[in-house]
């Protein structure tokens, strides 16, 4: 028999309680047992629940991990490639099929051949020369290489052995020395619109700011982006997932609808590229 402790008029009260309703209850440490058979069977049945959930959890995981995969195969046609992508379609299919009791044997060989697949386009994205990217913004295709490749070697320049050729040279120069607060005032002043760096090129100091600090200019960028449009290009690499995240909330709430998204897809994750993808099949239907 299984009893649960309760409280009645102040005092503690033993009541039986059934073996399913135990399951469930959330203080198992008030649960008694009369016999230590019992309380054995009982607790052995916990733990294959709790590795039941930690198996769903794992399997949820290798889906998402399947999902940000399948974005780098997005308009390849290379038969070799899509073969790979063939195969990470099979195993989420296999997946979906499992029962929770065939998962401990599953997923492991799952994971593992996932982890294989990654390799392979990790591979070929070592392929890929960055430089060379092309992202179209307001029709126009702008060369993420020339945008922010060399702004660590063009700060260093500034700091070391280049002749200083303005005051914007010489602040180039202070940044990799300045602490995060000052940074911060330096940004909270171009947000501003501070006259004294109106002529800033705001791309070299993105490598210098904090997580929060490109958020913020993202944003700026974003309210005002016929006046930065290849700063709102080249500081996506700099910007967190969440900011982006946020911002496809507002895009397909009908917020900043002219902004070139397209711009933006490299930078998003999986499930925000769905969203945006989404809305703009809405949108063209609506008009249909």
Not at 66 to 78: A, T
Not at 124 to 151: A, F, H, M, R, T
Not at 232 to 251: K, T
């Amino acid at each position: 028999m299984i009893l649960k402790k309760t409280i009645i008029d102040g005092k503690e009260i033993y009541e039986p309680i059934n073996y399913e309703e135990a399951l469930e209850y959330q203080n198992k440490d008030e649960l008694v047992f009369t016999s230590d058979d019992e309380k054995e069977e009982f607790e052995e049945k916990i733990e294959e629940q709790e590795a039941k959930v930690e198996l769903e959890i794992k399997k949820e995981e290798l889906y998402s991990k399947i999902d940000e995969m399948m974005c780098w195969f997005d308009g390849i046609e290379d038969h070799d490639k899509l073969s790979l992508k063939d195969r990470l379609e099979e195993i989420k299919n296999e997946l979906e099929e499992l029962s929770v009791d065939d998962l401990d044997d599953r997923l492991d060989a799952v994971e593992d051949e996932l982890d294989e697949i990654e390799d392979d386009i990790n591979n070929e994205l070592d392929k890929i020369d960055s430089s060379d990217i092309k992202i179209k913004v307001k029709g126009k295709n702008v060369k993420l290489g020339q945008d922010y490749g060399d702004v660590f070697t063009k700060a260093f320049e500034y700091a070391f052995g280049k002749k200083k050729n303005s005051k914007d040279d010489e602040l180039l120069a202070a940044l990799p020395f300045m602490n995060k607060e000052d940074i911060h005032e330096l940004v909270t002043e171009i947000i501003n619109d501070s006259e004294q760096y109106k002529s800033l090129n705001l791309v070299e100091i993105f490598p210098f700011l904090s997580v929060n600090d490109c958020d913020a200019l993202f944003m700026k960028f974003i309210m005002d982006d016929n006046k930065y449009t290849t700063s709102l290009v080249a500081i996506l690499p700099f910007v967190s997932a969440s900011c982006l995240s946020r911002f496809v909330d507002e895009y397909v709430n009908g917020e900043y609808q002219n902004i070139e998204i397209s711009a933006l897809y490299p930078f998003l994750n999986s499930k925000d590229v769905k969203r945006v993808f989404n809305y703009i099949l809405s949108k063209r239907n609506n008009i249909e």
